[in-house]
């Protein structure tokens, strides 16, 4: 846009003079950024009809668009910007991905007025640039090699932004610095532990390391605010910096013994530990108690899940307790007290060869029959929409029934069919998928899903056309081959950076799975709702589905013509209406010549039905 079509923009709309300088900005050739549509680049402006011509990437080419739409709408980009330079040099925006990564986040940060970002802006141009599942892994890695690099300043916590620093600073120097400037103990303890994974540059702050100690030992005694976890990982860290400096740090207090006995909740403890020190805290137990600490060790193992379920089972495969696993294991499974997670671990390791022995002899229908259990349990339990673990693993892994059900008889089968077709934890639609693994072995068991299907109320039944019925079976499928498995993997490279409380990645990568599992769950309920038609049963006597109806609008006279189609085949851009609409719903079933009344958002219209065709009929 030049300088006269922006004066001529404004005198017909002065409410838009105080974006002149962005109005600049949209000239053709510079690249921006929409809300909805992505990454595009202005190809032209059109001032006889007042628009820009801009194309996105995103398959809308040549899209018109008003200037004063565009102005809170749209970002125009610099050319300096990565995502710019992504497209306009390529090659240069690779090889930083590949091999110079802290240089990439540089620029990042440079492109920013306050060359500062929180993490969640650079995850947003990262994902941009990447891709967004790709991108997840690197940032990860990424991460680490920002903490030492002297350009940029690391956040202490997921509040604070990443910082370019025109001036490199070293990051012994700068921790030192935030460690004695913090009144907070928990981040206290964190700087402590940075300062000695920085080990190799420990000589650098040896001076300071009697004040560093005092510090710690202080926030860790005297912090109400601490946790008894926070507390034992501060002891930790002190005793990693004590070590170092050759102190002795069995004289040290507070001792990680001696919060260890003011403990109440050994199993709450452990999970608020960080996963890089469970190894340490079951040592801690055995050294501590020598005398019980084995049935300290069975009970964390018993209310254990995620890292810390194989940390306690390979603790004690080195203490050579091999048969007292198998014994409790068997035990809990026999009481049905054993609970989902411990489950979780043992089913996703029945393959393992170094667990063979212990898991082997469980793999049984009695240890579906506990899954069962354990599902139902936590469903009824669950007042929130938070997904189940162990029984999305049961859906997931397609070989685990048939695994489970290897030496049952029909009349076993049967019985855990029946368990199944009850149980609170799973949507209609995944019972059904699981109750056809059971059929592919007992194929007896098809009346069950055959009653089963003939419950479903007609009223809660969804007309769809079969296009749309294959767009979101695709859409379905896609999520349960592709999207949800990217989603895990992300969650466990996230998992595996430590800390879950200061995880930022890991925090969103669990966002995308309760928004990919709440539509697997929507698309579950829905499909198994539909019911295809072919609108070969629709007529020209009254209006159904299939139809295709010319209304005369009573307020203006205006004619519209609707085809009325299935639930999932709304396009009002091409005037076709689902049949749920208001409006359908109001024609449904009525004759040519009747009028009827829509009420939507306070406007009260009337519509008088002028032809009805069969939608089949169209030309």
């Known amino acids: 846009m030049n300088k006269e079509a922006i004066d001529a923009l404004i005198e017909k709309n002065p409410k838009l003079a105080p974006f002149r300088a962005k109005l600049e900005t ?8 929409h809300r909805s549509w992505g990454f595009g680049k202005i190809v032209d402006y059109d001032e006889a009809a007042d628009r820009l011509i801009i ?6 080419d040549g899209h018109a668009m008003a200037p004063a739409f565009c102005v809170d709408k749209l970002d125009i980009l610099k050319p300096d910007d990565v995502l710019v330079r992504s497209r306009t040099e390529p090659d240069v925006i690779e090889e930083m991905i590949k091999k110079r990564p802290a240089d990439l986040i540089c620029d990042i940060l440079k492109s920013s007025e306050s060359q500062t970002m929180m993490a969640s802006e650079i995850e947003r141009n990262l994902a941009r640039v990447i891709g967004p599942i790709k991108y997840k892994k690197w940032w990860t890695a990424t991460k680490k090699v920002l903490v030492v690099d002297p350009r940029i300043g690391a956040p202490i916590k997921k509040s604070d932004p990443y910082i370019y620093r025109d001036e490199p600073v070293k990051p012994e120097e700068e921790i030192l610095e935030q460690f004695h400037a913090t009144k907070n103990s928990k981040q206290k303890i964190l700087l402590g532990e ?4 920085l080990s190799e540059n420990i000589s650098v702050v040896r001076e300071e390391m009697p004040e560093i100690l005092a510090e710690l030992t202080d926030a860790i005694a005297n912090a109400k605010s601490l946790s008894q976890a926070d507390r034992l990982h501060g002891v930790w860290v002190r005793n990693n910096l004590a070590r170092d400096l050759h102190e002795d740090v069995e004289i040290l207090e507070p001792s990680s013994a001696s919060i260890l006995d003011s403990t109440n909740d050994y199993s709450e403890l452990a999970a608020e530990l960080p996963a890089t020190y469970f190894k340490r805290y079951l040592d801690l137990i055995r050294r501590t108690y020598p005398d019980k600490w084995q ?4 009970d964390l193992l018993r209310n254990s899940s995620g890292k810390f379920t194989s940390e306690s089972i390979n603790f004690m495969l080195e203490q050579e307790l091999d048969e007292r696993i198998s014994y409790c294991l ?32 469980l793999v049984t229908p009695r240890l579906l029959a506990a899954m069962f259990y354990a599902i139902d349990y936590e469903a009824l339990q669950n007042a929130s929409t938070r997904r189940i673990p162990l029984a999305d693993l049961l859906s997931d892994d397609t070989d685990l029934i048939p695994d489970l059900l290897a030496d049952a008889n029909v009349e076993t089968a049967s019985d855990l069919a029946q368990t199944l077709l009850l149980n609170q934890g799973f949507e209609d639609l995944t019972k059904k998928s699981l109750l056809a693994r059971f059929i592919k072995k007992f194929p007896t068991i098809q009346s069950l899903l055959a009653g089963e299907a003939a419950s479903t109320s007609e009223e809660d039944a969804l007309i769809v056309s079969q296009e749309s019925f294959n767009r979101s079976k695709a859409e379905y499928e896609e999520l349960l081959s592709t999207k949800i498995p990217e989603n895990k993997e992300a969650i466990s490279i996230a998992r595996d950076h430590g800390d879950l409380k200061e995880n930022s990645e890991y925090k969103m990568a669990r966002q995308d799975q309760d928004m990919l599992l709440s539509r697997k769950n929507e698309l579950e309920v829905d499909l198994s709702r539909a019911r ?21 609008e009573g307020s203006t006279g205006k004619t519209f013509k609707y085809s009325i189609l299935g639930a999932w085949d709304s396009d009002p851009k091409h005037d076709i209406l689902s049949y749920k609409t208001p409006l359908a719903q109001q024609l449904l079933g009525k004759e040519k010549g009747d009028t009827v009344t829509t009420k939507i958002g306070g406007n009260k219209e009337d519509w008088t039905i002028l032809s009805i065709k069969r939608w089949l009929d169209r030309k």
């Open 26 to 33: 949209m000239s053709a050739g510079n690249f921006c950024l």
């Open 194 to 197: 940075k300062l000695y994974a």
């Open 55 to 60: 194309d996105f990437e995103e398959g809308k």
């Open 330 to 361: 068997n035990r809990w499974l026999n009481e049905q007290t054993i609970k989902g997670p411990l489950l979780f671990w043992v089913v996703k390791n029945r393959h393992s060869k170094k667990y063979a022995s212990i898991i082997e002899p």
């Open 532 to 552: 295809i038609t072919d609108f070969t049963d629709a007529t020209t006597e009254n209006v159904g589905i299939g139809c295709i109806v010319e209304l005369k």
């Open 295 to 298: 049935q300290m060790v069975e």
